[in-house]
């Protein structure tokens, strides 16, 4: 009797057990596959995350989903999957945007009927645009062939449809709020991260009091990273965590840690793929530099930063700082969002006295004004903020003397019409518009530059963030281009880069630092900075021009440096004895001779000149580069992420991220078409910036270990 109750048992369970579900879409291609797509709403494919212009876009799972704000409210559509059988007794899905029946939905149909309809949530200003899950029960269509329809066909506000993750499944899926309450007893909250997962909002109340709100991809599985939250300033508080979690789910939060560094803080510098002597964030997204100033000692690197993702999003200024451009330790975030959406966006810094004063775009106010009066650890927003309200972002501050004034240079925007206005100000707070110039996108810079090193020939030098720049005048309020658009970087990894204000005098360089655009897959951090560059405007045979070297501090680096004379070069690609190493900074002149082709190959990666059209080409990018008397110049500087080419004394100036394999590590020579001949070369292994410094209070590391 017992035996049979328990077949019994056993069988129902095996019944009972749901069944696996049945993915429909996950919009994480290119395209949208076999569904069809109408009209210009969904663009050509699915969309990656928030669209221009829109409110962040959050809840998708992955990178891709349906979002029809694609030109924004007004464009309609319609995206129509290809028929499928209903098998599961629930359909789940993601769905945001607009609240309008019929003309923002999603919909079900058999026999071309509309069987079930969806909307998102929002029909009125505000709002959000978050995905949240929603199901229908489809039992009574078993068996049935069905089409899914995506349609927005409104236009005013809210007139549009965001949906991702389209599953048949055995069970529903609903949403609910979790929250978690802990006493801080450690720094350190760490969040386990992991590409892919739902991406979800995270508050941090401390007695109540909302103090920070982010987006994460939180996971309970093995996470790619931990991100890390300081929470040193609530020590001894009752701090809660809340997100939504899919109901009767266990949730991320759970797993949430306190800790007193950071967790995993052990790998630093030993990551495979963490490049050894350009800055990159401990964890997290970096984009843009900010607020770039040399203060009390200190040049400071602010930045775009993501601390709780590997992409774009959750806009911090990051922090690190350095006495030579070369060793940096970052410190703690210097500006957090005042809240969630109001992001910290793109700005510089100026050093007054004992203050470093910010200027940044607060997505949800304008160009604001903040100060630090403890070397830029913290800043406080000035209370009549913001100081400046227009179409635009990204205010770059500099001193204008001899009109004893301020002047913010700053991205702007009329209608469609892309520029730099220039705006100015005596005390920081009111600012007057003074002129502005058309063709700029963002991320505007400008300063003063002495030709040749002549302090009597000086010129101003204007460009925004693919660095294609103007030479000419400014009085103060009004730039007036002499020359340009010129071009000096062309490789693939540089965006957005900023100079340093208040070098002192008696250093006189104009520094320079550029978003690093490489990606690190499988890294717990993304992007990097590119090193350092002095900017110098020189008289060429085509009127003065701009040239980048490296920093001469790089030379702190060096563990070894040999020198080789007078090799020649002809055939294929051949191994120069002695020169390889992983790290390396190396300077090279080549008598070009009857060659037709000649270069070096770095760690696998060939540089070449092209001698009868006079181009330099590297992974995919070109540049111009005439022979000067027969012969090139190459200062190539190599890290794990990165290939950085000064060629011809910097007058080409070419980064290129990429990938260097480790097991390439040598430094070949080829021509072809004839004889080339390297008249010198001169190598020098690198050391890490992480090898032990007397001042950097950094622990040394073994590199090659897990
Ligand atoms: C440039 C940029 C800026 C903006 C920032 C946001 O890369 O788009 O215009 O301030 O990034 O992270």
New binding site residues.
């Given amino acids: 009797m017992k035996t049979a109750a328990l077949t019994l048992v056993l069988a129902c369970a095996a019944a009972c057990q749901p069944h696996p579900d049945i993915r429909i879409a996950d919009f994480e291609g290119a395209d949208y596959g076999a569904w069809t797509v109408e009209g210009t709403a969904f663009g050509t494919g699915p969309a990656h995350g928030t669209l221009p212009n829109q409110m962040p876009v959050s809840g998708f799972v992955g990178e891709g989903l349906v979002n029809s704000y694609f030109g924004g409210d007004g464009s309609t559509g319609t995206l129509t999957s290809p028929p499928f059988t209903i098998e599961r007794r629930f359909i789940n899905f993601l769905i945001g945007g607009g609240r309008y029946p019929g003309e923002t939905c999603l919909d079900l149909l058999v026999d071309g009927r509309v069987v079930r309809t969806a909307t998102g949530p929002n029909n009125r200003p505000g709002g959000s645009e978050r995905l949240v899950w929603r199901s229908w029960a489809v039992s009574d269509l078993l068996g049935r062939e069905a089409v899914l329809r995506i349609v927005d066909s409104a236009t005013g506000g809210w007139g549009h449809i965001n949906v991702d993750e389209i599953t048949q499944s055995d069970e529903r899926v609903a949403e609910e709020l979790r929250t978690r309450e802990l006493t801080i007893g450690k720094g350190y909250l760490s969040f386990p991260v992991k590409r892919g997962e739902v991406m979800r909002k995270v508050t941090v109340r401390v007695e109540g009091g909302r103090v920070r709100e982010f987006e994460a991809e939180l996971t309970r599985d093995t996470p790619d990273f931990w991100a890390f939250l300081d929470v040193s300033a609530y020590r001894g508080s009752r701090v809660t965590i809340s997100t939504i979690a899919v109901k009767g789910k266990p949730s991320a939060l759970e797993l949430v840690t306190q800790d007193d560094e950071i967790k995993r803080a052990e790998n630093l510098y030993r990551e495979k793929l963490r490049p050894q002597f350009h800055f990159t964030s401990r964890r997290g997204w970096n984009?843009?530099p900010n607020g770039l100033v040399f203060h009390d000692g200190e040049y400071h690197l602010f930045y775009?930063h993501n601390p709780y993702g590997w992409s774009?999003g959750n806009?911090h200024w990051g922090h690190a700082a350095s006495s030579d451009l070369v060793h940096w330790r970052e410190l703690p975030v210097a500006i957090y969002p005042r809240e969630f959406g109001d992001?910290v966006?793109?700005?510089s810094a100026a050093s007054l006295g004992d203050t470093i004063v910010a200027a940044y775009?607060s997505t949800g106010r304008g160009e604001c004004i903040a100060f630090s009066t403890d070397r830029g650890r913290t800043f406080a927003d000035y209370e009549g903020d913001p100081v400046v309200v227009h179409q635009g972002?990204?205010p770059k501050l500099i001193r204008y003397e001899p009109g004893q004034h301020w002047v913010m240079a700053v991205?702007d925007e009329i209608g469609e019409s892309r520029g730099i206005a220039f705006y100015t100000s005596t005390d920081l707070k009111t600012w007057e518009r003074q002129s502005r110039i058309e063709g700029y996108?963002?991320?505007p810079e400008i300063f003063e530059i002495a030709l040749d090193g002549d302090p009597a020939r000086r010129r101003w030098v204007v460009y925004s963030?693919d660095g294609a720049y103007s030479i000419g005048a400014f009085d103060g309020r009004a730039f007036t281009p002499e020359s340009g658009k010129h071009r000096y970087n062309w490789g693939n990894c540089f965006?957005?880069s900023q100079t340093f204000n208040n070098i002192p005098p008696a250093d006189g360089r104009r520094i320079q630092i550029a978003?690093g655009t490489r990606e690190f897959p499988g890294m717990p951090w993304n992007q990097m900075m590119d090193f350092p560059v002095e900017l110098t405007l020189r008289t060429t045979d085509e009127g003065p021009r701009l040239f980048a070297w490296p920093v001469r501090e790089i030379e702190s680096l060096r563990a070894s440096t040999e020198e080789w004379t007078d090799l020649p070069v002809a055939g294929d690609a051949v191994p120069i004895p002695g020169a390889g190493g992983e790290l390396l900074d190396l300077e090279a002149e080549i008598d070009v001779g009857t060659a037709t082709e000649v270069g070096l190959r770095v760690r696998g990666v060939p540089i070449t000149l092209s001698a009868p059209d006079g181009k330099l080409s590297c992974s995919g990018c070109e540049a111009p580069l005439e022979a000067e008397t027969g012969r090139i110049r190459l200062r190539v500087l190599v890290d794990r992420g990165s290939v950085e080419i000064y060629a011809n004394g910097g007058r080409v100036y070419m980064p290129i991220g990429v990938l260097l394999r480790d097991e390439d590590r040598a430094v070949e020579a080829f021509a072809a078409g004839g004889e080339a001949r390297i008249v010198s070369l001169r190598v020098s292994r690198l050391r890490s910036i992480r090898s032990p410094q007397p001042d950097n209070g950094l622990k040394p590391i073994v590199y090659g270990e897990p």
């Fill in positions: 984009n843009d775009q774009w806009m992001w966006f793109s700005g775009t972002r990204d991205y996108f963002e991320c963030a965006y957005a978003w």
